[in-house]
């Protein structure tokens, strides 16, 4: 990687189209999302509340006696598999509407069983490597001394490790869009070869992108914050509804920042942006 490379790539990555071109790709298809969004949305809050995992749960509410709230891990284990599998097809099904502009057909999309798994693998690694600094956060508090300084300096450098991660996975984010059309690691080398000299911009764009997303979370949260002006029942339906679909638009916005990320890293011109 020569100089003149390192300086092209620099140029070439801008932060300002990654952090609004996002935007206007799912403004763009406002009216889908809301047809898709809206039926998954649906559909997990269905499933929260076959599972007693409603969103007023969170705050045990006593003026809604005999809703049900499942304390049992198993129960959670089994709801939180489903949801997040529900989640990756939403991934997927988005992913093909607003990239690709394929035709959403329910029917046809649970049929297809095989990719919807293959992209549950990886939305369950993804969750994984950027869970890895609060495993370390973790660690490092419960920690005991050790006198041997051999096992402290490999107890840091996993911990440190642990915080790393997320920050390397920035760099790979062009790589999603490429799984989501099932065409492997074909172009990983490029990509770690066109984002040389952008890791601050990748890490700054990806990190404005996150704390957004955040803030819709915990906005709409604190919105419904165990509290209803209607019947408490129907206000735990609609909250747990806009919750969800907030989600699921965090997710979306998501996407197309990574189709964002493969077009302007790997030059991709016709790459459906």
Partial sequence: MTEDNVEANVKNYSVVKSLWQPWWLLADKIND???IGGLFALIITVLSFVFGQAYFCLFKNDYMPGVLCQNNGFWYLMY???KLMILSMFIKVWFDKEILNMNFSLKQEVQNKLKYCKVFGWFILFIL??????????VLLLRVPNPVWQIELAFFT????GFLVPFVVMRFYALIPDLLEQKGFKNIKQIWK???GCGLKTVFASSITFFICLFLFLSVTSVFKGKSLINPYVGNFFADL???FVTLFILALFVGFTAVQRQMILKQENSGI
Avoid: C, E
Wanted: hydrophobic share 65%.
């Fill in 158 to 161: 996993f911990v440190f490790i």
């Fill in 129 to 138: 490597l950027n869970s890895l600094p609060a495993v370390s956060g973790v």
């Fill in 33 to 35: 999302f809301v047809k």
């Fill in 242 to 244: 806009i919750f969800n």
């Fill in 194 to 196: 066109n984002t040389a």
């Fill in 80 to 82: 939180l598999a489903l």
